[in-house]
């Protein structure tokens, strides 16, 4: 099995409408672990529908570091563009992300016994939603985010050369949602890759 050392990718914030419906999320982000496994070392950034109503867009950067909560780092803002990766070295794990267009930066550092490194992630997704305890969680309502490009898609494993995410093997993933006679639904939709990057098209809640 590869073991990652490092993955990265660039966007821009989208920007999400809000028609009034709780618990409506996009995110975009990047990340190791967490597609076969339990643990994850991820950051991006999430768009929600708040305030009063599920009316105001509300943008934030984060970072996950298992087994910690996911962190809200600072503020972001639609057409801001961000640069997000997870590298592993000397037994460490530093998880950066950066508004480049207001120059705020977060960084963490952990190590990690238990994560395998088995699996590098560009995700744009509807996240699921946890209470503090993680004892009760709901995923969410896919927020109209329109168009989405992952850019600058990357990833090494260890021994192996920085390489693009068509140039590794790649699963891509489409959200569904279950019909009321038994089918599935995609609720977006994911262009084929383009050199290091993709695109995801909001369809549907």
């Given at each position: ?47 929600w529908c708040g ?15 298992y087994p910690a ?137």
């Amino acid at each position: 099995k590869k073991q990652f050392s490092y993955v990265h990718s660039s966007w821009v914030v989208p920007a999400i409408s809000c028609p009034g419906v709780a618990d409506q999320y996009t995110s975009n982000w990047v990340g190791l672990d967490g597609y076969s496994d339990a643990t994850v070392e991820q950051d991006g950034t999430a768009a929600w529908c708040g305030g009063a109503g599920h009316t105001t867009p509300k943008y934030q950067a984060w970072y996950e570091m298992y087994p910690a909560n996911s962190v809200n780092a600072f503020n972001v803002h639609p057409g801001d563009i961000v640069d997000a990766s997870v590298a592993y070295v000397s037994g460490k794990f530093s998880l950066k992300v950066s508004d480049l267009s207001t120059g705020k930066t977060a960084t963490d550092v952990a190590t990690c016994a238990s994560c395998e490194r088995s699996s590098a992630e560009w995700i744009i997704e509807r996240p699921g939603l946890c209470n503090n305890a993680g004892t009760s969680c709901i995923l969410a309502e896919l927020a109209d985010f329109g168009a989405s490009t992952m850019s600058g898609d990357e990833a090494q494993a260890i021994g192996g050369s920085i390489k693009g995410v068509g140039g590794v093997t790649h699963t891509p993933i489409i959200m569904i949602d279950p019909l009321s006679d038994g089918g599935l639904i995609s609720i977006d939709n994911v262009s084929p890759l383009s050199g290091k990057s993709f695109n995801g098209t909001w369809s549907r809640l």
